[in-house]
């Protein structure tokens, strides 16, 4: 046993920082929380001053047996989690699991995962940071009381398995915001008018001295006639020096953002990979830990350090003219901006993206180069660029103006670090040179062609995940370990879809829940709200306001107004069913709403004396959205196709769990995005043919109404619709049926039902 335990939260940092350290050093993961609120009740009191029930979680269980097996009385325990709120708060949790509260316990933290980091924060080692402890509680109790306060009514209201949560809600709000922006939208027509010359094209920007704004082709064919066989001149030439400076080095939001722009990454596979450089997840020979400084920071701040070594490698690469005599200092645009980290930056910029290229995996080293490029060139020299401005006056009372506009970069200065080696084109990441002809003043340009060009506004852009970070950065809602869950969490549940050009679309169900926490918690989804929430989690971590009384001024007026919602708010006026026409068959009328298995038309009223014809919407379609003509197809759902080579039927319908294609007892879902009104016979026999290859690969046993399959975690016993995990003790290979009736017979009743009535689960409730 050695003399020293070093926790951190992940076995890849655990690895890293082992080599760093003799053998009177263990260095032993937690996995992350080791405790949490329990799942199956509200897990705290808001009676005795919002104590909270930690309970240590099942699947942690095994881990903190292990860790206390690490320690004995003589063990210098050293905790080193991550340096911020969640880093602080695992720490205080595990003192708390493994029993430590009577012993001397050293906090240590370190912003990069280098020897000399880490030795550094061995020697000057701190005490636990109750104040960010509080910050972090404050924030999971809160979260937990909106959850689980909201989420029932929901069930209650809409749907069951729905869920509400501080900062997923108001982050569906603002995509729900801009839908109905988008909805509301009417495109305007314009026209632009280009003169093509010999070398170059200008464009309309004045009529007699205003903005030129052309609405139809009247007004474009009145500027053709006024500047047809006339003079163009240039009335003015202007050249100018321009500077452009470059941007501050990394945070987590910005990193997000410039991945998904240049390397078209998820905001959760941003953070994966900077997790893997940080960490150390990878071999480089004769080096030892990770690339990168922490990569959950909203700080644009480099340390002196870096500053230093800025200068020697830019120095180095590409000359004394590209450094500065003076470090280029950036200050955070976030009033909001918090934790005591650094930028993200390379802990050695003299390890150039080439010189590791062999040794990383490509997104690895993808990114890496975005934050050595970024990190150097914000302390490179301010790129010099020439700009020229035309101007060319026409038309019969020279009422036309015309203007080009050229540019040449005279000095590079940053721009070299940005487009040197990495592949891409310069116009993506600098100045693209567009250089102008030498014209003199009064001087008259042949017309080659005037074009007229028909547009139409357009509606603003739904958010991509990028996108959506910045504004919620810019809202102050969440903070840099928030985003990615937060955007996974509002697709995982539903709420949002992204569509194929990869932006983020609210779904049905996702505007019906923002609706009714518009109409009944304001708060929730109130972007100024959100933001106060973080500053207040703010002053509780700068020990400026106290956590308990926090929550009090939160929860009672809030607890209140969920018991009044639940006995006044019915149903029906939360599902708003939207009329769109009467059946011509019927003539009764056609509406959708949100049923119990998702959003579905409907032909008929429930008072009608026959009962109801209901189908259900296609996930395509939202309920905003949909026509008569769209809604009245979904009722030609079930459609048969034909028939299966052993002449069974072959079906295609919509489902509870989206649409799928049927052959006898087996169904197959659709790929995501298939219309089911569109699935032909050719695709549903290819998505057959390959659905009944997986199943054969999964089936170990068939027999009959029982099968025994290999699934994701593992052989299991499948009956119905029911399936029973094989006890470990079973060779699953050796079951017959009698074997499997038993193990069915004996299989306790399913989790969540006690009744006939749903128990909360964790994922149901949780923000």
Not at 42 to 47: I, M, S, V
Not at 598 to 606: A, F, K, N
Not at 691 to 709: P, Y
Request: hydrophobic fraction near 35%; charge should be positive.
């Amino acid at each position: 046993m050695a003399k020293n335990l070093i926790i951190v939260e992940s076995p890849a940092k655990a690895r890293t920082i082992s080599k760093f350290l003799g053998n009177n050093y263990a260095v032993t993961a937690s996995m992350g929380h080791v405790r949490d609120l329990p799942s199956s009740n509200l897990g705290f009191d808001p009676e005795n001053g919002f104590a909270p029930e930690y309970v240590i979680s099942k699947d942690k269980k095994k881990t903190v047996a292990s860790l206390k097996k690490q320690i004995n009385k003589d063990t210098a325990i050293f905790l080193a989690t991550d340096e911020d709120r969640e880093g602080e708060a695992i720490s205080w949790h595990l003192l708390e699991a493994l029993g430590l509260g009577d012993r001397t316990v050293k906090r240590i933290v370190f912003h990069e995962i280098t020897k000399p980091a880490i030795l550094k924060a061995l020697e000057n080692p701190r005490e636990l940071d109750q104040q960010l402890v509080d910050a972090q509680q404050a924030r999971r109790i809160l979260d937990r009381a909106v959850g689980y306060e909201i989420s029932p009514l929901l069930w209650k209201k809409i749907k069951p398995g729905l869920s509400a949560g501080r900062v997923q809600s108001v982050s569906v709000f603002i995509l729900v915001d801009r839908e109905r922006e988008i909805r509301k939208f009417v495109p305007e027509e314009y026209w632009k008018i280009r003169a093509d010359f010999a070398d170059l094209s200008a464009e309309l920007k004045k009529l007699a001295g205003k903005p030129a704004k052309i609405v139809n082709e009247t007004e474009a064919k009145a500027i053709e006639s006024s500047v047809k066989d006339r003079d163009f001149v240039v009335s003015n030439i202007d050249e100018r020096m321009a500077n452009r400076n470059p941007g501050a080095p990394f945070t987590t939001s910005t990193i997000q953002q410039e991945a998904s722009v240049k390397l078209g990454y998820s905001v959760k596979r941003t953070m994966v990979v900077a997790q893997q450089l940080y960490e150390g997840n990878f071999e480089i020979p004769d080096y030892s830990g990770g690339l990168i400084t922490y990569m959950r920071t909203d700080s644009v701040v480099l340390a002196e350090q870096a500053l230093v070594q800025a200068q020697e490698v830019i120095n180095l690469e590409y000359g004394a003219k590209y450094g500065l005599k003076k470090p280029r200092i950036f200050k955070n645009r976030s009033a909001n901006a918090q934790e005591a980290h650094e930028a993200i930056r390379p802990v050695d910029l003299s390890l150039k993206p080439s010189t590791v290229k062999n040794y990383l995996s490509t997104d690895q080293f993808r990114l890496y180069s975005l934050v050595w490029k970024r990190t150097l060139a914000s302390q490179m020299a301010t790129a010099e660029i020439a700009r020229t401005t035309l101007n060319i006056v026409a038309g019969a009372k020279k009422e036309c103006l015309f203007v080009a506009k050229g540019q040449r970069v005279v000095f590079p200065g940053f721009l070299q670090a940005y487009t040197e080696g990495s592949g891409e084109s310069t116009d993506s990441v600098g100045e693209k040179d567009i250089i102008l002809p030498k014209v003199e003043k009064d001087q008259l340009l042949p017309l080659k062609k005037l074009n007229l060009e028909q547009l139409f506004t357009k509606p603003p852009p739904r958010y991509t995940e990028a996108s959506l970070v910045k504004k919620m950065e810019s809202e102050g809602i969440g903070r840099p370990s928030t985003y990615a869950p937060t955007i996974s969490t509002i697709q995982d549940r539903g709420y949002v879809e992204v569509t194929p050009e990869k932006r983020l679309k609210p779904t049905s169900i996702g505007e019906v829940v923002t609706d009714f926490l518009i109409n009944h918690f304001a708060e929730i989804v109130n972007l100024g709200f959100t933001a106060k929430m973080e500053r207040n989690f703010d002053r509780i971590a700068n020990g400026e306001e106290n956590w308990v009384e926090m929550m009090g001024n939160f929860y009672q007026p809030f607890h209140k107004r969920v018991l009044e919602k639940d006995e006044s708010v019915t149903r029906a006026e939360v599902l708003k069913r939207r009329e769109l026409g009467i059946d011509p068959e019927s003539g009764k009328p056609v509406s959708v709403s949100i049923g119990r298995f998702g959003p579905m038309v409907q032909i008929g009223t429930r008072e009608d004396e026959e009962k109801p014809r209901f189908a259900s919407l296609p996930d395509n379609l939202n309920l905003n959205d949909v026509s008569f003509e769209e809604a009245m197809e979904c009722f030609a759902l079930p459609r048969v196709l034909g028939s299966y080579e052993n002449g069974e039927e072959i079906l295609v319908n919509n489902g509870r769990f989206g649409p799928y294609v049927k052959m006898g007892k087996d169904f197959f879902s659709l790929p995501k995005g298939e219309d089911p009104l569109k699935t032909d016979l050719e695709q549903a026999l290819i998505i057959i043919r390959e659905g009944l290859e997986k199943k054969a690969k999964s089936t170990i046993h068939d027999f009959g109404e029982i099968r025994v399959l290999d699934g994701r975690y593992g052989p299991y016993i499948k009956s119905g619709k029911r399936n029973y995990k094989i006890p470990k003790s079973v060779d699953p290979e050796s079951l017959d049926k009698a074997a499997c009736q038993k193990i069915i017979k004996e299989a306790p009743p399913p989790k969540g039902f006690r009744g006939g009535k749903k128990k909360f689960t964790k994922k149901e409730t949780t923000e």
